[in-house]
């Protein structure tokens, strides 16, 4: 498949990017995982996933970051072409209650993890986004039917038009 | 967009195959002749490779039949010798053929059953009485599902049922055979019970149109009588097939079948012109209404009364109506060019006996269709039995009706591989089964249908038609 729809993180503190990869490993063979330490790096990483024609399905984000923080970052994000359409998390414990809400009312945020998060409760907030990605993106939803939602994709697929040649 | 090199083998072998006429001359046919014979190797190369999608190939023939054969295209202005040009009318009319106005009508009742729930509602009723037993719970499904599938398009069901089977089979313990088989008795129970009526899956309407261009009629409630039997023993077959090949650990399934029909003003409409339809459907020899006029009934009365809006509308599958279209043309001009007979006139039918020429088109049909789209394989095998009938040099014993059904049923029953069907494709996504579970399954399914096919031909549908 040339065509891939990337997951990137964006997190600064090793030690919680290596668990979110680690936690996130069974979706890598079809979805691959960018990683960027800094928003500065996100962007560049975002350009070049886009630059080689292929897309960013969702971007995890923690909010202390160098530089410009995670909410600022996603609110730039929702006004790029490129990454106005991916699902946005915010991963953290410390964004308080008036960042946040600035991400969910500019930023359309589509989830919020608050840490400590457990592995199941991690990939659950992936597959539904990821499936409400291909399903609002994508013509061709059996790809995805194995590794994300399927009853949701089936449900999906039943709306619209399906024919038998 | 870049072409694969499949998709450019496809485009030039099917020009080339257009524009054979120029280069060699076959004795015995007519220059029209030649002509049908290039556009019919145009389609057959273009749907077997799909270069373009196949509801576009069936559009490119019927504009190259209005522009090549027809009395106000470019080649046959006026009647020659051998050949006396049609209006291109009767190209472009098939798309408003009784078979294609009864397929828009099936194609209205099932969107607005989609939108309205009834398909979901009706599965979780009609489950109700098949217990918690896995055994039973696949007949269940299986029974649903063909059911739906007679009167929705076949992926269509498979993909409803799809939200229905994918929670419970998350329950199954991950080593029980049990879910292979629940996985793949929703695909096949979807393309065997759209053989059942005349607007179940596409191929029904291939052979349907073109036996009304012979003047035959095969009323709605006929061809349930010849294929619903058909379809009630190959699904038989077909559940204790998947139960004695994956056989489950589970003794035990929670099926949850709670759910409420919808009751809005809406769907109560729905209801009731969908049962008014089908009834008049399968009662058309008391009234004596054809199927296509009361297919205008569904039509006229959800949008008469706002049940299907205008966005529903837009939403039907008309490229199928397209590719039916396309098919019903091709046949026309094969006729007319006498390009059907010069093909049959080659062999020496007369020589098969009628058992051998059932298992041949049998089984030929059930291998191409593995490969092809079932609607296409139909498309391409029908005028063949046409012209073997018109011509009559196939020997005694020769049923243009009972051949024409060989060659409808045995299209559906391909389901070896993931694109033997969508409803296959759909299963096979879901990353429960390996595609050697379906290989093995769906040729054992294949064999049996054919014997099944061939018995039914031989013994049963005589009764009907005759």
Redesign the interface.
Known sequence: MDHQIYILIVEDELEVMDAIVNDLAAFEDQFPIETANSSEEAKQVITSIYESEQEVGLILCDHILPGENGVELLIELSTLTHTQNSKKVLVTGQAGLEDTVKAVNQADLNHYISKPWTKEQLSDVVTEQLTDYVIEHKANL??F???LD??RL??A????????? | MKLSSKQITGIVLGALGLCFPLFITLPGLSFAGHVGLGIFFLAAVFWMLEPVP??ATSMLVILLQVLLLSKEGLLFPETVADYTPTGYTAFIQTLASPIIILFLGGFVLA?AA?KYNLDRNLTRILLKPFGSKPKYIMLGLMVVTGLLSAFM????TT??M??VI??IIARIDANDPLRIGLILSIPFAANIG?IATPIG??PNAVVIGALSAQGINIPFGEWMLLAAPFAVIALIICWLLLLGLFKAKATHIELDVSGTFNTSRNAIILYVVFATTVILWITEKSHGMKSAIVALLPVAALTVTGVMDKADIR???W??LW?VAGGISLGISMQQTGLAEWIVTGINWSSFGAILMIVVFSGVVILMSNFL????TATLVIPLAVSLASSGVAGEGFNLIIISLVIGVSASMAMMLPIS??PN??AM????LESRHMTKAGFIIGLFALILVTLYALMYWPLIVN
Do not use: F, Q, W
């Open positions: 059996l790809p039917m194995a590794r399927g009853t089936s449900e697929m039943r709306n619209r038009p399906l024919t038998d040649h | 196949i509801y969107d989609v398009s076949n992926t269509a993909a409803m799809m939200t994918i929670p759209g899956t596409p939403k039907l599958p490229e199928v590719l789209s079932n609607t296409v069907t969508p494709a759909i996504s879901t990353g429960i």
